[in-house]
């Protein structure tokens, strides 16, 4: 979107807070596609979590665990995965995972549990810049209409 593909996207808090881009952000969608980003690893590490100095972190969500753990003042090294997180703790290939859970399910049928909340993800309407200049009295007419349903 933002090379001028597409006008108007939808996207949620977690991909726009990895991949930040020059968009505009025109509407919270705070009822669709609600998650949490989180930190989760196995029960028995949960008093370690406490007092993290040092952690292995797998993740998708690189750019997010970084910012997390720096502003924790904690040192990490990054294992980059897609797919089924769950499994790197249980085979010790990490400590935790940071990754999006809706119900936990996924992370309780591994045998992990949330160690720390990171934020709340939801969808959000994006505009491509250019668009929006050129066609501001659409976008805007449009947005009256969806903020009316949400």
Do not use: W
Request: proline share 2%.
């Amino acid at each position: 979107m933002e090379q001028g593909v597409a006008d108007i996207g939808i996207a949620g808090l977690d991909i726009i807070m990895e991949e930040p881009k020059e968009v505009y952000e025109l509407l919270d969608l705070k009822n669709i596609g609600r998650c949490k980003m989180v930190v989760a690893g196995k029960p028995d590490k949960l008093e370690d979590y406490k007092i993290l100095h040092f952690t292995k972190i797998a993740t998708k969500y690189v750019n997010i665990a970084k910012k997390f753990f720096d502003k924790k003042d904690v040192s990490i090294k990054i294992l980059k995965l897609n797919g089924s997180l769950e499994i790197a703790p249980l085979i010790g290939l990490s400590d935790y995972i940071v990754d999006i859970t809706q119900t936990g399910r996924t992370l309780k049928e591994n045998g992990l549990v949330v160690m720390e909340e990171i934020f709340d993800s939801y969808a959000k309407i994006l505009c491509n810049k250019v668009a929006f200049k050129l066609k501001k009295h659409d976008i805007l007419k449009l947005m009256d209409v969806l903020s009316d349903k949400v």
